[in-house]
């Protein structure tokens, strides 16, 4: 069975014993079946609530500058940015190389470089050295750039609803029966099937668990910044 939206709710059917959907008659199927496909996009807000920063929702966004323009919108689909990963893209027309952004916070810009957005001099613009966060959903840039460099950033989205037969989730294949398990949980729901509602909710919630397990709850390496030095007999000095 291929993993797209009519392949999920046709698991739900399954187990419910209910006739299988096809491609040609999903679009209009109702009763039960509107409530099934509901139930399986519940199903994934719901793992995607769980956690803001799950990696199969990470991208990686490319957008051009324009000159002398200091703000810019965030993408739609935007849940959560990584400011840390603002950088500028090298570029051989351009004479620039890769370099990445210090964060600033709002208020300071606001107290030291907010002139910029209003009075556009040669002292105001250059290519970008620092980010803030507005608090409009977008970003601002310091200094505004004087070319239209390439910047390059990185942050987690918000999955839209499936829609189509074959509209796939974000969501890796390998967790499909989790995702199955929270679907089948709104349709013992819609049946007012109440026990087995509550006995299926706690077998998706462990699922979620251990995705969490597998993507989120890791012990990074950690890199030392200590200098040994050879001191005169052989051995090391350690200096901090």
Known sequence: MAYDF????NDVNRRLNEVELSESNFASATGFYSSAKEAVNSAIRQINYEQFEWPFN???EEETL???TTRYSFPMDLKTADMDTFRIKASVAL???TSRLSILSYEEYLDKYIDQEYNYTSANVGMPRYVFRTPDMSYGLVPAPDKAYSIVYEYYR???DLIDATDVPT???QFRSVITDGAMYYAYLFRGNTQDAT???DKFKKGVEQMRTIYINRTDYVRTTMIERRGNYGN???VS
């Not at 009519?6 to 709710?9: E, F, Q, V």
């Open 158 to 160: 918000l999955p839209i």
């Open 6 to 9: 009519i392949g999920l709710i």
């Open 95 to 97: 004479n620039s190389e």
């Open 171 to 173: 969501i890796p294949e």
């Open 199 to 201: 006995l299926t909710l």
């Open 58 to 60: 990470h991208v990686t």
């Open 66 to 68: 324009v000159e002398g």
């Open 236 to 238: 090391y000095l350690r």
